[in-house]
């Protein structure tokens, strides 16, 4: 464009900002208003008249001050609603009088790209909306004032776009409501009659960005940087290099621009090339925000300078993990790096040499007409004549080495080669596994898609969103844009569709975007590989989505399928499996296919031990129910679970490896069976599980109980239609359905006080009616279980329910307990004790909960009035019952674990306050304690935390009282010894996790405790009082470093901490303003 000097008063400018859209606030964008003002003032100060201005504003609500100040300056901005900006646009632009040297249009907000028939960029107005999405179709625009029939009235236009380039989604651009409700303009006559220059924000398919920090878009920040030293009429093309330095430097998405001449186009920025001046065709990427992979691009970037184009590197993973699109992303950050040039392949389609020439061809004008051997041979040997520098060469998607090894380049210090693949191709390339996203990073990618607020309001859907997409790249971004176009689904909808009713064959697991990798969707990405699975390997993975995320030993498999079927089909598919599978040799390679395509992985090759991906889980299954034998997948998961019946018992005593799978084949078996069957797999199942305390513990701390509540009420009533009485099955599953309403405070508390008060008038009858004594361990264990907890719930409602009394409970509970279980300095000896040693602990610890909730209630209404004989009691028995809850676990430990006992606790114990001596040195007669012994240490020696944090809290709160009242107390110092420990326990419950454990979730209150500590510290300090907003975000942070620590989230538990952070900040803040 030629830059001869332009008179001001003879310019003209368009400019829209569009920051708040009828559609919602979640299409609200904060930046586009004050950037479109910015630049009207850049024209005024180079003396353009403010009535030459045509200003279009629709700010958010709290920018409105914008408004005020354009007006200030003599311009009159106007919403940007479709009718005003038309109506100007044909009145004053391109209406046959319209004359002026210089025009310029600036245009901040949304925009999309539409494909039917020919790409169009669209622009909405401030007024789309669901039902209306109106649009301004930009190429209409720019031909229209191009056209001689207009006069070319405006000789030089300049065109500022700063929005989105990506698809919009056919399914809603095709209907009249999509993009036919545009604004479009004629093109009357010879076009081409302009000098044009238009500089987008981001080439066709990408997206542009905001600053959130300073509430601008990233484009128009640098152009309104650069322009501030510049004339009225730039040199553009020296600006747009300028803005894509910049943005190289900064791995922005790069801007486009085209200069049109009159009769003439140069598009000096095709599709192909993200980057000017390089030769590279590098794909469009279809990623709005990569995250999650910085550390990797650096890895890959050292690998490859490293060996200087001498090694071949490949990236490997599953499926959709995002192999492609780290190669990509490291060619646009790298792009400077390589000079020769990036010359990218798609292996996946034939003819690479094809490509090769192709790339040569289209970037350095090589002529082949002469080479008479191979060609690729030619470029190699040719290329640093064409152009110097390193070059790297991708191929993308390469199923088989021998299928590229024919073209690669020599190995020298030019050429770089990165393959990408989903198979492991062996150890002379080196490697780069990819994993899908950590949690965090999923969260950020799905921010990225649909809005930080969004992912915030549903943050605990959010988080089992990435968890059910196994944090994989490709499901995240699919969920997400399927959540940007239905806005008003709510994740927790989505992830019940998701779970309960479509799993990948749900729509948001497809692609509508053209630009992405996998067209169909996820399903598709993970179909490649399983085309190349022989058929004994295919009925692995059929047998393989019958278990449980986590680790999978396959030795439980074998035992798992060596079973004998009625169904004549499914044994057949059984035997199938068998002859294949239980050979060993067979057997490794089997495995051995699904390894190499990253389908499986190796969690522990020692011990045989291999973990699925959640969609990978979910493919097989999906491929199992597909199948030929789909009428009998039922009657196969059935087997199975006769399977898994037979060595249930032997898992549940053995293995922590074999708990997800029991919990999974229980999740089966409970469905709601048919009333006129006898499932006697379900009855067998649940008598087994009757008399293992520890994996009902298990079921309820990993939060499966809450989400089988629906289950649980159908196995109920199935039990209650059973012509033959099964006491067992109806006492344990009434128990565990009164633990899921346990488990969902508030509205579900008489739910489960009903539920736990009917399972123990159950065992009470059983009890009594048998004569011959040989489960009264058991019905007594079941009756102070469900008796401590209809207590422990009672005590939390506001009124008595039901005609009951804590006291009652209490005295029923007593004469349950043998009584020397209520002495801590008497040790558990007797074979009638230890069975309920583990009963009894939960009894008193729940027991100090409650006290401890008194205190807080106590303190927090009545602190003025309260009498100190009355803390003292309540802080004595608070003391009491949780001494008594920690011994006992220990002691219960001490005989399920005696050597983790001596390793991980007694060293520790010998600090503790209040702990009787004989626990130290205890070596008991027997270990008769086959019903509650613990199966997980980690378990165990959380629960023992849980407990010393309790008694600490205890401390605590008498300490806070005996200062209220100015009394000297030494209370603290012992308080935050036993809190250390508390600490120091949860760290060694960390370390003895086993492979694909979770640890126990009430690590979530030492949050609370911790957070009591530090602001009686800070009370007792000269240092200054933190505030209350100080105090919650440094809660918050707290409670979140424990969740990512352990790798829980329980979020009702962190509005109880928060909760209680901001009370005790406000008590103690009360007592620094008393005189």
Wanted: proline letters at 4%.
């Amino acid at each position: 464009m030629t830059t001869a000097a332009i008179q001001p008063i003879n310019v003209y400018a368009l400019i829209v900002g569009i920051e708040k859209y009828q559609a919602g606030s979640d299409y609200d964008l904060d930046g586009p208003a004050n950037d479109a003002l910015k630049f009207a003032n850049w024209l005024l100060a180079h003396g353009v008249e403010p009535g030459h201005i045509y200003l279009f504003l629709s700010p958010t609500d709290r920018n409105q001050g914008i408004l005020s100040s354009a007006e200030d300056k003599g311009l009159m901005p106007s919403p940007a609603t479709h009718d005003r900006i038309a109506r100007i646009i044909r009145a004053r632009l391109t209406n046959e009088r319209s004359r002026g040297d210089l025009l310029y249009v600036f245009w901040g907000g949304h925009g999309i790209i539409t494909k039917m028939g020919m790409t169009t960029r669209r622009l909405f107005f401030a007024d789309t909306d669901d039902d209306t999405k109106w649009n301004l179709d930009f190429n209409s625009l720019v031909d229209a004032l191009s056209t001689s029939a207009y006069g070319a009235g405006f000789s030089k236009q300049i065109f500022l776009i700063d929005a989105c380039a990506n698809a919009f989604y056919e399914g809603v651009a095709q209907t009249r409501q999509g993009v036919a409700a545009g604004v479009e303009f004629a093109a009357n006559g010879d076009l081409d009659q302009a000098e044009q220059f238009i500089l987008f924000a981001s080439p066709e398919y990408e997206v542009a960005t905001n600053n959130s920090n300073t509430g601008t878009g990233h484009f128009s920040q640098a152009v309104l940087e650069i322009f501030q030293e510049q004339p009225l009429l730039p040199n553009m093309k020296a600006i747009a290099e300028q803005i894509q330095s910049d943005f190289i430097e900064k791995q922005k998405v790069l801007p486009s621009y085209w200069i049109k001449l009159p009769n003439k186009q140069i598009q000096c920025l095709s599709k192909k090339s993200s980057v000017f001046g390089h030769a590279n065709n590098i794909p469009p990427s279809s990623v709005k925000e990569f995250v999650g992979r910085e550390s990797k691009l650096e890895e890959l970037h050292q690998i490859l300078e490293e060996n200087g184009g001498a090694e071949i590197c490949h990236i490997e993973g599953m499926g959709g993990v995002g192999k492609t699109e780290l190669a990509k992303q490291y060619g646009l950050k790298y792009l400077s790096d390589y000079t020769g040039g990036i010359c990218w392949i798609d292996a996946k389609n034939s003819d690479i040499e094809r490509k090769i020439v192709n790339f040569a061809v289209e970037n350095f004008g090589a002529k082949f007409d002469e080479v008479s051997g191979s060609k690729v041979n030619y470029c190699w040997n040719t290329w640093q004549k064409w152009r110097e520098g390193n070059v790297l060469i991708v191929f993308d998607d390469v199923t088989n080495f021998t299928q590229i090894k024919p073209y690669l380049p020599r190995q020298n210090s030019q050429f770089f080669v990165l393959i990408t693949t989903r198979k492991t191709l062996g150890a002379s390339l080196v490697s780069i596994p990819l994993e899908p996203l950590d949690r965090d990073a999923s969260i950020q990618l799905l921010k990225s898609l649909i809005g930080d607020e969004r992912v915030n309001r549903e943050s605990v859907a959010a988080n089992e969103l990435c968890a059910w997409l196994g944090d994989l790249p490709l499901g995240l971004d699919l969920a997400g844009r399927y959540l940007l176009r239905m806005r008003r689904l709510s994740l927790e909808r989505l992830l019940y569709l998701l779970r309960e009713k479509y799993s990948l064959r749900h729509g948001s697991m497809r692609s509508t975007d053209p630009t992405m990798e996998y067209q169909t969707g996820v399903a598709a990405a993970f179909d490649l590989s399983w085309d190349e699975l022989s058929e004994p390997a295919q009925k692995l993975g059929y047998i393989l989505a019958l278990f449980d995320l986590g680790p999978v030993p396959l030795t439980l498999v074998e035992e798992a399928i060596n079973v004998s079927s009625p169904n004549e089909t499914a044994n057949l598919i059984l035997e199938d499996i068998r002859a294949d599978f239980l050979d060993g040799v067979d057997a490794s390679n089997i495995v051995a296919e699904l390894e190499v395509l990253n389908l499986i992985r190796d969690e522990d090759v020692n011990n045989q031990i291999v973990r699925l991906h959640e969609l990978i889980r979910e493919f097989f299954r999906g491929k199992r129910d597909e199948e030929s034998y789909t009428e009998i997948a039922t009657d196969l998961q059935h087997e199975f679970s006769r399977g898994m019946l037979a060595i249930a018992e032997q898992a549940l005593e053995a293995s922590n490896f074999s708990r997800p799978h029991l919990r999974a084949l229980l999740n089966f078996l409970i469905r709601v069976p048919k009333a006129e069957q006898i499932d006697t797999t379900l009855l067998d199942f649940l008598d087994l599980l009757s008399r293992y305390y520890s994996f009902q513990q298990y079921i309820y701390d990993t939060g499966y109980l809450e989400s089988a509540i629906a289950k649980l009420e159908g196995a109920k009533t199935y039990l209650q239609g059973l012509e033959v009485p099964n006491e067992k099955a109806k006492v344990l599953v009434g128990k565990l359905l009164g633990h899921a309403y346990y488990a969902n405070p508030g509205q579900h508390r008489l739910q489960a006080i009903q539920s736990m008060l009917e399972a123990q008038g159950i065992a009470n009858s059983a009890d009594q009616a048998d004569v011959t004594g040989a489960d009264h361990e058991l019905w007594l264990w079941y009756q102070i279980f469900l008796l401590d907890h209809v207590h422990n719930q009672l005590s939390k409602l506001p009124e008595p329910v039901l005609n009951l009394t804590a006291e009652e409970l209490e005295a029923q509970i007593a004469e349950l307990l043998p009584t020397s279980l209520e002495d801590i300095n008497v040790p558990p000896e007797s074979e009638d004790v230890l069975p309920s040693i583990l009963r009894a602990a939960h009894y008193w610890g729940h027991r100090g909960n409650q006290v401890t909730d008194q205190l807080q209630r106590l303190l927090f209404s009545s602190l003025s009035t309260v009498e100190p004989a009355e803390i003292e009691s309540l802080s004595e028995q608070g003391i009491r019952y949780y001494s008594l809850a920690a011994t006992l676990r220990a002691a219960n430990f001490r005989l399920s674990f005696p050597q983790e006992f001596q390793q991980h606790l007694a060293i520790t114990l010998v600090e503790v306050p209040h702990l009787p001596q004989w626990l130290l040195n205890w070596n008991p007669s027997t270990n008769s304690i086959e019903f509650e012994r613990f199966t997980s240490a980690s378990q165990a020696v959380g629960d023992i935390a849980h407990q010393y944090r309790g008694l600490a809290t205890v401390q605590l709160w008498k300490y806070f009282y005996e200062v209220s009242r100015g009394l000297e107390s030494t209370l603290l110092d012992e308080a935050r010894i036993v809190l250390d420990i508390a600490s120091r326990l949860w760290e060694e419950a960390k370390s003895l996790l086993a492979p694909g454990e979770q640890v126990i979730k009430y690590y979530m209150w030492m949050a609370s405790s911790e957070m009591m500590l530090l602001l009686l510290e800070r009370y007792n300090s000269n240092d200054q009082f933190p505030t209350q907003s100080e105090v919650e975000e440094q809660a918050s942070a707290q409670i979140d470093e424990l969740q990512e620590q352990y790798g829980l989230v329980y979020e009702w538990a962190k509005d109880k901490v928060l909760d209680l952070a901001r009370g005790f900040h406000n008590l103690l803040s009360n007592l620094q303003r008393s005189p």
